[in-house]
Nanobody, 123 residues
Framework: QVQLVESGGGLVQAGGSLRLSCAASGRIFSINVMGWYRQAPGKQREFIAHMTSGGWTNYADSVKGRFTISRDNAKNTVYLQMNSLKPEDTAVYYC?????????????????WGQGTQVTVSS
């Protein structure tokens, strides 16, 4: 089935930058959208950015102007460039995709999630 593997998280000082990546693997036929979400302790998971198959992007107001989502179609990989990081950006960041793939011998369209990568921003 579809697997999303995230990398790039870590510890950074306020004002610094990190670049997250998420590589999708599996028998994928098409990807409708890929995006990023985050969840801080005690809070609901929140949307931060996504990119459709047509290249259209959307951002949460909290990250607009600081974060940039991009993709490499040849690698089935989506990136999140995070600049001017703030302590309130500290969270587990999750990659998400809505894709059509072969799962257990059947072609299905479904949502898939990565395992999450920790981003910690110190003040």
């Amino acid at each position: 089935q579809v697997q999303l593997v995230e990398s790039g998280g870590g510890l950074v000082q306020a004002g610094g930058s990190l670049r997250l990546s998420c590589a999708a693997s599996g028998r994928i036929f098409s990807i409708n959208v890929m995006g990023w979400y985050r969840q801080a302790p005690g809070k609901q998971r929140e949307f931060i950015a996504h990119m459709t198959s047509g290249g259209w992007t959307n951002y949460a107001d909290s990250v607009k102007g600081r974060f940039t989502i991009s993709r490499d179609n040849a690698k089935n990989t989506v990136y999140l460039q995070m600049n001017s990081l703030k302590p309130e950006d500290t969270a587990v960041y999750y990659c998400n995709t809505n894709a059509r793939a072969e799962v257990a011998g059947k072609r299905v369209t479904d949502d898939y999630w990565g395992q999450g990568t920790q981003v910690t921003v110190s003040s």
